[in-house]
């Protein structure tokens, strides 16, 4: 391949984005020699060394931190004034990733008409409840369930996610029915660790406008939200999950609603992507449509 100069500067932003010529080769479809004697080029052509190398990472030098905000606004442009006199179709590879049975449930179910209306676009999507470092992995975008921490990222807000306390039929049973915070004494939760803190989630409860805590005794903690739910069926504690990854388990009676007038708080569901990023055409319309689905689902 014949790399120009916008070609290498390209390159080096995603280097620096990735700390990784291999990374950034392979997602460029060149081969790291390739990557590495073009980077000496710009190197050259900059008169200035731009990235600190070595055995494990490869950090932008302080010039190199300047040329790669220049690179990221040149870039930008350049991708702008093209939109302007082609098609404009989005084009590329789009990476994101969202939590499995939020894919599952609302995103896979439209996906080929998404496909069917951008054909040249493909997509790849990372599945799970882990902190994802979107820069250093070339992701796009992440879809995450909380609020987000200051992260430096651009949050849009795509939809509010009802959220409900259960517990099955034979822990009610063995532990009875409380019907406000204050009767949580005894009970027993389905312990979750936060993937943000590391620390075991408390429940969350509203009453007359505030907020209660209550951090109860977990025989089982996991960090998983699927094995969180099969423990509450198997009746080892109270759980808080959106009501949506329940529904069937509540009609069939394999766990029941715990004081529904003192509901958890609602959850914001936000999709969150780089702001020194141009917003490309594939993420501006992707993030359209998931937000046009959210908008329109019961969850």
Same mark, same amino acid.
């Given at each position: 391949?014949?790399?120009?100069?916008?070609?290498?500067?390209? =390159?080096?932003?995603?280097? +620096? &984005?990735?700390?990784?010529?291999?990374?950034? %080769? #392979? $997602?460029? !479809? /060149?081969?790291?020699?390739?990557?590495?004697?073009?980077?000496?080029?710009?190197?050259?052509?900059?008169?200035?060394?731009?990235?600190?190398?070595?055995?494990?990472?490869?950090?932008?030098?302080?010039?190199?931190?300047?040329?790669?905000?220049?690179?990221?606004?040149?870039?930008?442009?350049?991708?702008?004034?093209?939109?302007?006199?082609?098609?404009?179709?989005?084009?590329?590879?789009?990476?994101?990733?969202?939590?499995?049975?939020?894919?599952?449930?609302?995103?896979?179910?439209?996906?080929?008409?998404?496909?069917?209306?951008?054909?040249?676009?493909?997509?790849?999507?990372?599945?799970?409840?882990?902190?994802?470092? =979107?820069?250093?992995?070339? +992701? &796009?975008?992440?879809?995450?369930?909380?609020? %987000? #921490? $200051?992260? !430096? /990222?651009?949050?849009?807000?795509?939809?509010?996610?009802?959220?409900?306390?259960?517990?099955?039929?034979?822990?009610?049973?063995?532990?009875?029915?409380?019907?406000?915070?204050?009767?949580?004494?005894?009970?027993?939760?389905?312990?979750?660790?936060?993937?943000?803190?590391?620390?075991?989630?408390?429940?969350?409860?509203?009453?007359?406008?505030?907020?209660?805590?209550?951090?109860?005794?977990?025989?089982?903690?996991?960090?998983?939200?699927?094995?969180?739910?099969?423990?509450?069926?198997?009746?080892?504690?109270?759980?808080?999950?959106?009501?949506?990854?329940?529904?069937?388990?509540?009609?069939?009676?394999?766990?029941?609603?715990?004081?529904?007038?003192?509901?958890?708080?609602?959850?914001?569901?936000? %999709?969150?992507?780089?702001?020194?990023?141009?917003?490309?055409?594939?993420?501006?319309?992707?993030?359209?449509?998931?937000?046009?689905?959210?908008?329109?689902?019961?969850?």
């Amino acid at each position: 391949m014949i790399m120009d100069r916008l070609d290498r500067m390209q =390159l080096f932003v995603r280097v +620096v &984005d990735r700390r990784s010529f291999s990374a950034a %080769a #392979a $997602d460029m !479809g /060149l081969a790291r020699s390739t990557a590495t004697e073009a980077i000496k080029v710009l190197e050259q052509d900059v008169g200035a060394r731009l990235l600190n190398r070595t055995t494990r990472h490869v950090t932008p030098t302080l010039d190199g931190d300047a040329f790669y905000q220049r690179c990221v606004a040149i870039l930008a442009e350049v991708d702008e004034a093209e939109n302007v006199f082609r098609d404009a179709q989005p084009r590329g590879l789009l990476r994101i990733d969202a939590h499995p049975l939020l894919t599952q449930n609302f995103l896979l179910p439209h996906l080929n008409a998404f496909l069917d209306r951008h054909p040249l676009l493909d997509l790849q999507i990372g599945q799970g409840d882990r902190y994802v470092d =979107l820069v250093r992995e070339g +992701v &796009d975008c992440v879809i995450r369930a909380g609020e %987000a #921490a $200051d992260s !430096g /990222l651009i949050i849009r807000r795509l939809a509010t996610i009802t959220e409900v306390t259960c517990a099955s039929p034979a822990y009610i049973e063995r532990h009875g029915m409380p019907r406000s915070p204050a009767e949580l004494e005894g009970h027993r939760a389905v312990g979750f660790i936060s993937s943000r803190t590391g620390q075991i989630m408390p429940l969350e409860f509203e009453s007359g406008g505030k907020i209660d805590y209550v951090s109860l005794p977990a025989r089982v903690t996991v960090n998983n939200s699927d094995t969180m739910a099969e423990l509450a069926r198997l009746g080892l504690g109270l759980i808080q999950v959106p009501r949506y990854r329940l529904v069937e388990d509540l009609k069939a009676g394999r766990l029941v609603e715990v004081m529904p007038d003192h509901p958890p708080p609602p959850t914001a569901l936000s %999709a969150l992507y780089p702001q020194n990023r141009h917003l490309a055409p594939r993420l501006r319309v992707f993030l359209d449509w998931a937000a046009g689905i959210f908008s329109r689902a019961d969850i």
